[in-house]
């Protein structure tokens, strides 16, 4: 059965880079090519907002308002997905998820981590 | 990329149906059949409950139902039980090509009363 773990710091100053790894377990990331391997994030208290997905072998996409400042990217060699948000600000505190997508719908979610933005 | 639009609350009683909407634009619900429905309890991971606008992921009760019409979507729960109150979420594939990306709702909080 499929498994994404998410991991990386809890708390991130204003303006450096936020980093977030995602270990999947189950599945190989570069199984097939009808999966995508997407973020979204949470605000707490608030809704869901998609960042970006990325195939293997193919293009990345990311939300229009996000582009140019972030970077979705697969580590084959460990079976990871990894997430950079640089220049980061208090908007980006959210509950960080890793899911995978098939035809833009996340079928298999991580349970999450939380990333403080705070000096 | 404007959010697509879902009402912030709906409710009912136990056993009875509850319709949600999820409206957006002729670039994203109206342009594609890849809408999807997710439920979210207070604490967990959302979770995955219609895909490609009215499929079932395995598990996932005929309860819950699916439907589009032009640029509105809808989920549509019957037999309510006191376990479906949970927040509800709709996204859509949007953009084309390249800059092709995926936009959620604002959510629904669904009460069960």
């Known amino acids: 059965q499929l498994q994404l773990q998410e991991s990386g710091p809890g708390l991130v100053k204003p303006s450096e880079t936020l980093s977030l790894t995602c270990t999947v377990s189950?599945?190989?990331?570069?199984?097939?090519?009808?999966?995508?391997w997407a973020w979204v994030r949470q605000p707490p208290g608030k809704g869901l907002e998609w960042i970006g997905s990325?195939?293997?072998?193919?293009?990345?996409f990311y939300k229009p308002s996000l582009r140019g400042r972030v970077t979705i990217s697969l580590d084959t060699s460990n079976n990871q997905v990894s997430l950079k948000v640089r220049s980061v600000t208090a908007a980006d505190t959210a509950v960080y998820y890793c899911?995978?997508?098939?035809?833009?719908?996340?079928?298999?979610w991580g349970q999450g981590t939380l990333v403080t933005v705070s000096s | 990329q404007s959010a697509l639009t879902q009402p912030p609350s709906a409710s009912g009683s136990p056993g009875q149906s509850v319709t949600i909407s999820c409206t957006g634009s002729?670039?994203?619900?109206?342009?594609?059949?890849?809408v999807s429905w997710y439920q979210q309890h207070p604490g967990k991971a959302p979770k995955l409950i219609i895909y490609?606008?009215?499929k079932w992921p395995a598990g996932v009760p005929d309860r819950f139902s699916g439907s589009k019409s032009g640029n509105t979507a809808s989920l549509t729960v019957s037999g309510l039980q006191a376990e479906d109150e949970a927040d509800y979420y709709c996204?859509?594939?949007?953009?084309?090509?390249?800059?092709?990306?995926?936009?959620f709702g604002g959510g629904t909080k669904l009460t069960v009363l």
């Open positions: 899911t995978r997508e098939v035809e833009s719908s996340s079928h298999s």
């Open positions: 002729s670039s994203d619900v109206g342009a594609y059949n890849y």
């Open positions: 996204s859509s594939h949007a953009g084309s090509n390249n800059f092709a990306y995926v936009v």
């Open positions: 990325v195939r293997y072998g193919g293009s990345s």
């Open positions: 490609e606008v009215s």
């Open positions: 189950g599945g190989s990331i570069i199984t097939t090519n009808i999966y995508y």
